[in-house]
């Protein structure tokens, strides 16, 4: 028995180390993600409790100081989610009045009646604002090793914030990478269409006389076309001539035009006292003339078919007269 005694008392002054270190697990119990659930804060109040009854009952009123904050930082908002640990730590508050921080009856008194008046009556909206927003998971705890000090709910968050800014800068990188391959792949726009001739004859920045040659000019080369055409020469060296005067040749004499000064077009000479005017009439004036050859052409070309199969008819079914006949 005095054996024992000797060895109690010997050992005795070990439990406020370690009634330090329990407080110091209480902290990082309450005040992290694992104050939400009831195992951690049973274990961590029973190691206080422990201690208190092996002799470090001092232990119990900074564990009371600590469930206070606990109380006050939880309890209030969003409790719903928490109700767990919060209920683990009401009953440790028990045990901790009944071992000596009997003070602690007080203020807990008075944060039970203002959260009646207020968390209590808001539990429904509470419950509404928490099925509308999904609750981040908590990363796994580490599983071995003693946590001290409140610090592990901090490092998990900015661990999960670093992470979120990694995956972020990766998706801006990707979508940069993306847009500029689509900007090497996609082909050039095509480039648009000049105007037909008549849309120039309705473009009334052109001096009337030029919009009747563009007219004429229109409509001997469709009907050059049309005939080349119909004798099979659509491919001729005339069909293409007359092409290039209908595509190329007349709209850039007048797209040449229009980019002279309107005021100094028709009054200001260019070349051998010759306005712009002045040119772009001869050169619709030559472009005519060469599609009126085009249509020679095609005249000749189809004439001579008619004049073959007007010999065939006259030697068919002429009729012989008196003085070709031969006795």
């Known amino acids: 028995m005095e054996a024992l005694s000797a060895l109690a008392g010997m050992v005795g002054w070990v439990v406020h180390p370690l009634a330090a270190m329990a407080l110091a697990f209480w902290g990082s119990v309450i005040f992290s993600r694992r104050g939400r659930m009831w195992q951690p804060v049973a274990l961590a109040a029973g190691l206080i409790v422990l201690l208190a009854v092996l002799g470090a009952s ?4 900074p564990a009371a100081g600590m469930l ?8 209030f908002h969003q409790w719903q989610r928490r109700w767990p640990g919060l209920l683990a730590g009401l009953i440790a508050g028990l045990f901790f009045m009944a071992l000596g921080a009997g003070w602690l009856v007080f203020p807990l008194f008075v944060m039970g009646i203002v959260w009646v008046s207020t968390a209590g009556w808001t539990a429904q909206s509470g419950r509404a604002v928490e099925e509308a927003q999904a609750a981040p998971q908590a990363l796994p705890e580490q599983g071995g090793g003693l946590p ?3 610090f592990s709910g901090g490092w998990a968050d900015r661990v999960e914030a670093r992470a979120a800014r990694r995956e972020a800068r990766r998706q801006a990188k990707r979508l940069r990478r ?3 391959e689509a900007e090497v792949s996609a082909p050039p726009p095509a480039p648009a269409p000049a105007p037909s001739l008549a849309a120039f004859t309705r473009d009334e920045r052109l001096p009337g006389e030029a919009r009747a040659q563009l007219a004429a000019l229109d409509l001997r080369t469709r009907e050059a076309l049309t005939h080349l055409e119909a004798l099979g020469q659509q491919g001729s060296e005339a069909a293409y001539l007359a092409r290039a005067v209908r595509d190329e040749y007349a709209p850039t004499a007048v797209q040449a035009y229009l980019k002279l000064p309107p005021t100094l077009a028709n009054s200001q000479p260019l070349e051998g006292g010759k306005t712009g005017r002045d040119l772009l009439r001869e050169q619709l004036d030559l472009l005519l003339n060469a599609v009126q050859d085009i249509l020679g052409t095609a005249l000749r070309s189809g004439g001579q078919e008619l004049l073959t199969h007007q010999r065939f008819l006259e030697e068919k079914f002429r009729k012989p007269q008196r003085g070709d006949l031969e006795v």
């Open 58 to 61: 001092w232990v119990v009123h």
């Open 68 to 75: 206070l904050g606990f109380f006050g930082s939880r309890a």
């Open 148 to 150: 001290v000090g409140g």
């Open 178 to 180: 993306m847009e500029r």
